[in-house]
């Protein structure tokens, strides 16, 4: 699985005075679906390590490709949290 990127980049920020309710509305329509996709690669990378009707390689590609929608979910879930929490007032 890639290294988890730093989710704090300096340049990127929804700006002072954000209102914490709008906040929290934000980081909900963007994670929701987030845990929705991790939530599924991860049920998959489930299915496809039982299967039987996978080649070993047709599931270890598989596996590798679910990890990293899973790995890529949970950075911008951090990337989201970090970004509405530093510009609420």
């Known amino acids: 699985m890639p290294p988890m990127?730093?989710?704090k980049p300096?340049?990127?920020a929804l700006g002072p005075g954000l209102e914490p309710g709008f906040a929290n509305v934000l980081?909900?329509?963007?994670c929701?679906?987030?845990?929705?996709?991790r939530g599924q690669a991860q049920l998959?990378?489930?299915?496809?390590?039982?299967?039987?009707?996978l080649a070993a390689a047709d599931r270890l590609r598989l596996?590798?490709?679910?990890?990293?929608?899973?790995a890529a979910s949970l950075e911008l879930e951090a990337l989201v949290d970090y970004l509405t929490r530093r510009g609420v007032k």
């Open 27 to 30: 980081r909900h329509q963007f």
């Open 63 to 70: 596996e590798r490709g679910l990890a990293a929608i899973d």
């Open 10 to 12: 300096d340049s990127l």
């Open 5 to 7: 990127r730093d989710p």
């Open 32 to 37: 929701a679906p987030l845990a929705v996709i």
């Open 44 to 53: 998959l990378r489930r299915r496809a390590r039982q299967s039987d009707d």
